[in-house]
């Protein structure tokens, strides 16, 4: 008679991670800034926001927002005009320029160009000549230093080879490929028909450069056996950089979304699964874990910055350059110059007619107070580094940091005794897998969350 066995229990393989989500993670921003923009201001300080521009001498960086898409993907969360008429962009480039030139009777534009990024909506949804019109009016109008990095996002249906030889051609260092996925399954529930040959083809037209992937986890169909082909298939495309971004579902904002619905999204306990399993990937394809949600190459230079204690936030994410002065231009840009943050208008009809006009579009606006600046450094350390030292906090704001952040190492208690936070003499810093909820040890220091915080994602 044969020996039975009895089953052998399944091994939940994210247990301990589930744990930890399951009694800690909350929603919390993701920290572009602080405050965060739901704090800026229509009735800002106008006049002293003025005056820091005018004031301010430290190097520059730009990012230039082209909203335009030829059509809408069903998980798009962007600020996006659909337009099919590529002649709009015409118009759209005199008026960044022009927008620029507006900012200039603000602000000294010939300090050192450290940083250019254009993002959208799809920058390459510009006809070449129009790119190429806006690259050299960026580069008459700014002194861009000699290793200035120029970025732009790229959605990979949007060019062929020739289009990506002439984006090279124009002086792009690093290529942003917004990918989400490469799944026949998932691409088609999401609305996005973009084929692994086109991701291909782009990325072979790119190689040899710094190219970052962007992915995206949370989407319907997704399996963790997806996701993980999904990566592999990246890394073989040679990515030497991933940002890999939980899929924000907020149909009440974007009606649009609800066209996934039918094809079910996963629940939070499949979601961290995903996240979990193209992190598993990732890390065992040789990426190096970047700030929360970046993987790069060692040799890639966000992983170098992060090693050096250099890796920075701003509004455009993680950056090896994010000590600049940023001038937003565009629709829905936003800016952060000294202690200000402005966020232009969010209609192009508006923001035309202020630039027309000569006039900032400036709807709203913040300029921090110095209690906010130390919050946000520390909230900052924490996003990029894990960890906010309490020595280098004392040199740079001549403070106390346990005096001064009396209450929210309190907050922090619970974490702490379940090993997920360390706070000590040195400093306080992520411990164990407490990564999975380092926003919510960022956002015990944020002292406008409050009510607030039900409006932000969750933090897997
Ligand atoms: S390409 Fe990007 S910005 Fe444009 S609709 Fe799709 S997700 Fe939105």
């Given at each position: 008679?044969?020996?039975?066995?009895?089953?052998?229990?399944?091994?939940?393989?994210?247990?301990?991670?589930?744990?930890?989500?399951?009694?800690?993670?909350?929603?919390?921003?993701?920290?572009?800034?602080?405050?965060?923009a739901p704090h800026f201001r229509e009735d800002a300080p106008w006049e002293a926001i003025h005056a820091a521009w005018a004031k301010a001498d430290g190097p520059l960086g730009v990012y230039a927002h082209?909203?335009?898409?030829?059509?809408?993907?069903?998980?798009?969360?962007?600020?996006?005009?659909?337009?099919?008429?590529?002649?709009?962009?015409?118009?759209?480039?005199?008026?960044?320029?022009?927008?620029?030139?507006?900012?200039?009777?603000?602000?000294?534009?010939?300090?050192?160009?450290?940083?250019?990024?254009?993002?959208?909506?799809?920058?390459?949804?510009?006809?070449?000549?129009?790119?190429?019109?806006?690259?050299?009016?960026?580069?008459?109008?700014?002194?861009?230093?000699?290793?200035?990095?120029?970025?732009?996002?790229?959605?990979?249906?949007?060019?062929?080879?020739?289009?990506?030889?002439?984006?090279?051609?124009?002086?792009?260092?690093?290529?942003?490929?917004?990918?989400?996925?490469?799944?026949?399954?998932?691409?088609?529930?999401?609305?996005?028909?973009?084929?692994?040959?086109?991701?291909?083809?782009?990325?072979?037209?790119?190689?040899?450069?710094?190219?970052?992937?962007?992915?995206?986890?949370?989407?319907?169909?997704?399996?963790?056996?997806?996701?993980?082909?999904?990566?592999?298939?990246?890394?073989?495309?040679?990515?030497?950089?991933f940002a890999v971004f939980g899929y924000a579902h907020v149909p009440w904002m974007r009606t649009h979304q609800r066209g996934m619905e039918r094809f079910g999204l996963p629940d939070d306990q499949a979601r961290l699964g995903l996240m979990?399993?193209?992190?598993?990937?990732?890390?065992?394809?040789?990426?190096?874990?970047?700030?929360?949600?970046?993987?790069?190459?060692?040799?890639?230079?966000?992983?170098?910055?992060?090693?050096?204690?250099?890796?920075?936030?701003?509004?455009?994410?993680?950056?090896?350059?994010?000590?600049?002065?940023?001038?937003?231009?565009?629709?829905?840009?936003?800016?952060?110059?000294?202690?200000?943050?402005?966020?232009?208008?969010?209609?192009?009809?508006?923001?035309?007619?202020?630039?027309?006009?000569?006039?900032?579009?400036?709807?709203?606006?913040?300029?921090?107070?110095?209690?906010?600046?130390?919050?946000?450094?520390?909230?900052?350390?924490?996003?990029?580094?894990?960890?906010?030292?309490?020595?280098?906090?004392?040199?740079?704001?001549?403070?106390?940091?346990?005096?001064?952040?009396?209450?929210?190492?309190?907050?922090?208690?619970?974490?702490?005794?379940?090993?997920?936070?360390?706070?000590?003499?040195?400093?306080?810093?992520?411990?164990?897998?407490?990564?999975?909820?380092?926003?919510?040890?960022?956002?015990?220091?944020?002292?406008?969350?409050?009510?607030?915080?039900?409006?932000?994602?969750?933090?897997?």
């Amino acid at each position: 008679m044969p020996l039975s066995h009895p089953p052998l229990p399944e091994v939940d393989h994210w247990a301990p991670a589930r744990d930890i989500v399951a009694r800690f993670a909350t929603t919390a921003p993701r920290y572009t800034s602080y405050p965060t923009a739901p704090h800026f201001r229509e009735d800002a300080p106008w006049e002293a926001i003025h005056a820091a521009w005018a004031k301010a001498d430290g190097p520059l960086g730009v990012y230039a927002h082209v909203p335009y898409c030829e059509r809408r993907c069903l998980y798009c969360g962007c600020h996006v005009q659909i337009a099919r008429d590529r002649a709009l962009g015409e118009t759209y480039v005199d008026d960044l320029l022009a927008e620029l030139d507006v900012l200039g009777r603000h602000t000294d534009l010939h300090r050192q160009l450290e940083v250019v990024a254009l993002g959208g909506g799809t920058p390459t949804w510009l006809a070449r000549p129009d790119l190429e019109r806006l690259v050299q009016g960026l580069r008459a109008r700014l002194q861009p230093s000699e290793d200035c990095e120029w970025s732009i996002e790229i959605d990979p249906r949007s060019i062929d080879a020739t289009e990506a030889a002439f984006v090279r051609a124009l002086g792009f260092g690093r290529i942003s490929l917004g990918v989400q996925d490469l799944d026949p399954d998932v691409l088609a529930a999401i609305g996005r028909p973009q084929t692994a040959a086109q991701v291909e083809a782009v990325a072979a037209a790119f190689a040899g450069m710094p190219l970052n992937f962007d992915l995206m986890y949370g989407l319907p169909r997704q399996t963790e056996a997806s996701i993980r082909r999904t990566v592999r298939q990246a890394v073989g495309l040679g990515a030497t950089r991933f940002a890999v971004f939980g899929y924000a579902h907020v149909p009440w904002m974007r009606t649009h979304q609800r066209g996934m619905e039918r094809f079910g999204l996963p629940d939070d306990q499949a979601r961290l699964g995903l996240m979990l399993a193209a992190r598993e990937a990732l890390l065992e394809s040789g990426y190096v874990a970047v700030g929360l949600d970046h993987y790069a190459l060692p040799t890639d230079s966000l992983a170098v910055a992060a090693e050096q204690g250099r890796l920075g936030r701003n509004f455009m994410g993680y950056s090896d350059r994010a000590e600049v002065d940023l001038l937003g231009i565009g629709v829905s840009a936003i800016g952060g110059v000294g202690e200000t943050f402005t966020a232009n208008a969010r209609e192009v009809r508006t923001w035309r007619e202020a630039v027309h006009a000569g006039r900032v579009s400036w709807e709203r606006g913040l300029l921090r107070e110095p209690e906010d600046a130390r919050r946000g450094w520390v909230i900052m350390r924490l996003m990029c580094d894990l960890a906010a030292d309490k020595a280098a906090y004392r040199d740079r704001f001549d403070r106390d940091f346990d005096a001064d952040f009396d209450a929210a190492r309190a907050t922090l208690r619970p974490l702490v005794e379940a090993g997920l936070c360390i706070d000590d003499e040195q400093s306080v810093r992520v411990a164990g897998e407490g990564w999975l909820v380092a926003r919510n040890i960022a956002a015990a220091f944020d002292r406008h969350l409050g009510a607030a915080g039900a409006r932000y994602s969750r933090t897997v």
